[in-house]
């Protein structure tokens, strides 16, 4: 953890015990909350930014402000539901789909608060459609219910084990006993479609030579220097494939080239890179890591990710033009990408006047601002379509489309062929 970390944990530590020494924390004959305990909890919530239940055998008995406020489909019941029956004083487990939380014994009157569920990182379109098949939800809810899932706050499964403690010690006025891992199975099983990620811990022997490794790819992927990454790569990874030793570990390496595409992920975002778009990119190579088979497929993946992540930031970073109204106009549309966009809504953004903007890229690229936001709206499909994931109703509506009419004709306007036609083709290929 980090230092401040640990300052927050010693104030609220200090704060809580003081008060919670004065007075009783519990009702007598109920299990409800006291008000002023009930406020103190919602203030420990938004302090953290994770949800707080107390659940009594199924019924919820409180839920925390920022647990109200979140749309999670009954989320904290289906987990409490499908874990043992028989639970530990203190505890903390994680679904298939990557989805962390811990929960603890209030002694005095045997329920059970849960503190989470939260994610690592930011929620896939693939977890949440995932998680939502868990609970019997409609799969196309799934981009509203990602949005819900990353209001948590991302937190570390160190911190995890920190809060479980804290809270142990405050509800039960003694130090936690020692904080088991449990493990979890739906109740209802559906088959799942994201295992949970490895850390992404670095087994170089090489410590050095890793960290240059690591700085020289990350440097490229804010730069946008694709032409440069493929050169590095080349030279410096590619090379060495095959020549693991006899004692390599094979799991060890996927879990850091895990840990890499969840970095450089984060490093395209940080540059501006649209956020569903860098989601699926890394959807996508997590599905692939995990199919790899040796040390040469692996390579192979790092390599393609980190080149993927650098191309798109290199399209917000150039335009083919001097005009840096033209290469802001591009840039805000390559970032904005699956939002609804207008040449005065861009303009606005910019700071200019819309016949200013409108006027100066048409200057410096032939072509207007309008037909350029199609443009790179039908690659964005094309992109999609070739995943093989979304239909092109989906697609329509994730590009915000008026209609998947209308998405069908331009898409033909601009590719001489429908989005069906379009993926058959590259299918075939």
Known sequence: MKIFDYVIFFLLLIIFYDIFQEKALWKEGTHMLENLTRQELDEYTLATGIPIHIFYEQEIRYSSNIAAQIQLYNLPLYLLSSLPKELPDTWITTTRENLYFGGLRIQETGEILLFGPFLLTDCTLKQAKAILARLGQEKRDAMDFRQ????????????????????????????????????????????????????????????????????????CVRHGKTDELVGFFNAILLDSSGNEPDNFDLELRRGYIFGANTMLSRVARAEGSDLATVNTISDYYIDQLLHAKNVNELNYLFYQFSTHYTEEVRKLKTLHTNSMIANQVNAYIQSHIYEKLSTTRIADALGFSNSYVCSEFKKATGTTITKHLTACKINEAKYLLERGEYSATEISDMLQFSSVTYFCNTFKKYSGMTPLEWKNKQEAI
Do not use: M
């Open 148 to 219: 819900q899932l990353n209001l948590i706050q991302h937190i570390g499964v160190p911190q995890l084990r920190h809060h479980v403690s804290l809270l142990y010690l405050l509800l039960n006025h003694c130090t936690a006993p020692e904080i088991s891992s449990i493990s979890f199975t739906w109740e209802h099983l559906v088959p799942a479609q994201l295992p949970v990620i490895l850390n992404d811990e670095d087994q170089d022997k090489n410590a050095a030579q890793s960290a240059y490794v690591e700085d020289h790819i990350v440097d």
